[in-house]
């Protein structure tokens, strides 16, 4: 599959939370990746020391 066949599907999951998915598998998984490690409060930006 190359990049120019994806096809951008969104759905909803099971308890009504928006779901969005490219076909690829490995793609697909780092976005549920991301989107659970986007907890906002669980992130800060700390200075670099």
Same mark, same amino acid.
């Given at each position: 599959?190359? #990049? ?17 998915? &490219?076909?690829?598998?490995? #793609? ?5 990746? &991301?989107? #659970? ?13």
């Amino acid at each position: 599959m190359s #990049v120019s066949d994806l096809c951008l599907i969104r759905s909803r999951g099971p308890s009504g939370e928006p779901l969005v998915r &490219l076909g690829m598998p490995l #793609v697909d998984d780092y976005l549920e990746f &991301l989107e #659970v490690g986007a907890d906002r409060t669980r992130c800060s930006l700390r200075p670099m020391t």
